[in-house]
């Protein structure tokens, strides 16, 4: 918690179980792919994030449900509200290390604005 009070943020190592990182990964997977192909120029040419994670046109209701049941998970919250007494969920994005610079992703980051 300290590190939300200086730096803006925190991580929390072993929060999920692998079984559960694995689920999301496929998600954000299917997401991502899907959103590489749509806007593929932008993500070549200057992308730093992609959005629309819960656009129906990316995954199905389905999908949105499983994402969001893990993102609300009382753990998480619980979590969160060590460093924020009533947070507010604005959004999740996908950050992305921008192909132009490194000619492929090596790495992705979800964040969740609260």
Not at 78 to 92: C, G, H, M, W, Y
Request: net charge positive; hydrophobic share 40%; charged share 20%.
């Amino acid at each position: 918690m300290n590190n939300y009070k200086s730096n803006g943020y925190m991580l929390v190592k072993g929060l999920y179980s692998i079984k559960e990182l694995n689920k999301i990964k496929l998600l954000v997977n299917a997401f991502h792919t899907q959103w590489k192909a749509n806007n593929r120029e932008f993500y070549q040419s200057r992308a730093i994030n992609s959005s629309g994670i819960t656009n129906s046109e990316y995954l199905t209701a389905q999908q949105n449900e499983a994402l969001f049941s893990l993102l609300a998970d009382n753990k998480l919250i619980k979590r969160v509200k060590q460093a924020i007494s009533e947070p507010l969920f604005l959004n999740t994005q996908l950050f992305l290390i921008p192909l132009k610079l490194h000619k492929k992703i090596i790495g992705i980051a979800i964040c969740n604005t609260i």
